[in-house]
C-alpha cells in the first residue's frame, strides 16, 4: 500500500498550494514547496558537491517549510565558509528589503 502510486502522490502533495512533488511540480514561491519537488542540488552548497538531497515529507507537512534530507560532500572549511557568505547575503537583502518598506511608507 504505501509503495502505492496513489498512496506516494497523497502523500507528497503540498499542504499549501496542492503541488504534487511526486509528479515532479513545485511553487516556486510557496514555503513548503521550498522551489523544488522531491530532490534538489545540495542545501549547503547549491550543487557544487554534485550531491542530491530529498525531502523530508513529514518534516515538510509538519512544519509547513521544505525540509531536506542529505549531505555535503565539500570539506567542512569550505561548507562553513559558504553558509557564512549565505548568512551575511540574507541579511543584506533583509535589511535593503526593510529599507525600502521604510521609504516608501
Given amino acids: ?9 497523497k502523500i ?12 515532479a511540480k513545485c511553487s516556486k514561491h510557496c514555503p513548503e514547496c521550498g522551489g523544488y519537488a522531491m530532490d534538489r542540488p545540495c542545501v549547503v552548497c547549491g550543487g557544487q558537491c554534485h550531491q542530491t538531497w530529498r525531502r523530508n515529507i513529514a518534516k515538510t507537512h509538519s512544519f509547513h517549510k521544505a525540509h531536506w534530507d542529505g549531505k555535503c560532500d565539500l570539506p567542512l572549511d569550505v561548507q562553513q565558509a ?5 548568512d ?4 543584506e537583502q ?4 526593510g ?3 521604510l521609504s516608501t511608507t
Fill in 88 to 91: 551575511s547575503d540574507i541579511s
Fill in 12 to 23: 507528497s502533495t503540498c499542504h499549501l498550494c496542492k503541488q504534487c512533488w511526486y509528479d
Fill in 99 to 101: 529599507l525600502q518598506c
Fill in 94 to 97: 533583509s535589511i535593503s528589503h
Fill in 1 to 9: 500500500m504505501k509503495k502505492s502510486e496513489p498512496y506516494q502522490k
Fill in 82 to 86: 559558504l553558509m557564512q557568505a549565505s
